[in-house]
């Protein structure tokens, strides 16, 4: 019965772990086009301060300003307003990390469709920082009500009074990237991972509280609007439509590349003996090459088994004279021959 070629390796299961060494030059080059991306969209001041007025004149059209009232309690309660700013400085930068990595170590199976939403919502996001550059509560002028928390217990931490970035390094980051609020997007790119993949009760509260608890610190820091939190909220449902697409696109590029560098190369015998059949071909060959054609001897081809009379091995010519008949007359008497002195005694001469 044939046997069809099993279809080319082309990559690791979908479900199995990717390589680390692979995943990680990914992310941080992913990563650091976000970054200079984000750097590079600065855009001009007076425009970015105007798209913040219009956010807060919207919110206090729709009642929604929440970040004047978690803005005083912060500034008038150390006790929330130092936390708060530790929170903002650094949680955005361990707990994405800690859980991806998480996710690429215990849930293999949820982990590339997870990194892919996160990285295409992060792209997104960078669009918005380029189209909207937007000034956050903490820039606008004092007027406006508002107090940046983080200039005001600068002392207590190591950020300056320029967003969450260490003190000294303000330069390195954009100010004016508020829309939309990744912070709370990467939240809530967390609490689903949680919600979803982690096991007992602490893993769903957490997964509940800390995209909440992001979004009253970004507010109540005056680091961004509620319009902010809301389009960040945004990004990442845009960015879940896309993952699997683009998972997707990245899977056939894989494919095909890989189909191409297995792809069998030189003559048709070539790639012959790549099958299946190899392991029986050759010997078959070897035993062939061994039986003596067109001769009047040949070897015993079976060792104590017997034929029918008149057998022929297959494709050999009939009797009829033919040069070929005598190894097939001799190989079928042969195999159906018995050692006489060994079953009846007979003089050899009588055999």
């Known amino acids: 019965m044939p046997q069809t070629a099993p279809a080319p390796r082309t990559g690791r299961a979908r479900g199995s772990r990717p390589r680390w060494w692979t995943e990680l030059p990914l992310i941080v080059v992913v990563y650091a086009a976000y970054s200079a991306g984000r750097l590079m969209a ?54 994405t990390p800690a859980i991806l990595v998480w996710l690429w170590k215990r849930r293999p ?20 920082f380029t189209l909207l550059p937007t000034c956050p509560p903490r820039l606008l002028a004092a007027g406006h009500g ?19 970035a260490p003190r000294g ?16 997007g990467w939240s809530l790119w967390c609490g689903v991972m949680l919600w979803r993949c982690g096991r007992g009760r602490p893993a769903k509260v957490a997964g509940v509280a800390y995209p909440l608890v992001t979004t009253v610190v970004v507010m109540g820091t005056a680091n961004h609007y509620f319009l902010d939190a809301a389009a960040g909220a945004a990004v990442m449902g845009l960015g879940l439509a896309l993952a699997r697409p683009a998972l997707r696109l990245a899977d056939g590029v894989r494919d095909r590349v890989g189909k191409r560098s297995s792809a069998p190369t030189g003559s048709p015998a070539d790639s012959m003996t790549e099958s299946p059949a190899e392991p029986l071909a050759e010997p078959l060959a070897e035993s062939l090459a061994e039986f003596p054609v067109g001769t009047g001897t040949a070897p015993i081809v079976s060792d104590g088994c017997e034929t029918s009379a008149g057998e022929r091995i297959p494709r050999q010519p009939g009797r009829g004279g033919h040069p070929d008949d005598t190894a097939a007359t001799v190989v079928g008497s042969a195999a159906t021959a018995r050692p006489a002195a060994a079953d009846d005694g007979a003089p050899a001469a009588a055999r």
């Open 169 to 184: 390094l303000g330069g390195l980051t954009n100010q004016y990237a508020a829309m939309p609020s990744l912070h709370v």
């Open 42 to 95: 600065r855009g001009d001041v007076s425009t970015a301060v105007d798209h913040g007025l219009a956010i807060l004149r919207v919110e206090k059209l729709l009642h929604i300003n929440a970040e004047h009232p978690l803005n005083r309690l912060f500034t008038e309660h150390a006790a929330l307003g130092i936390p708060a700013d530790f929170a903002y400085a650094s949680l955005h930068y361990l707990v």
């Open 109 to 128: 199976s949820h982990y590339r469709i997870a990194r892919t939403w996160l990285l295409v919502s992060t792209l997104i996001g960078l669009v918005g």
């Open 146 to 164: 508002f107090v940046d928390t983080m200039s005001q217990y600068g002392s207590y931490g190591w950020w300056g009074g320029e967003a969450s």
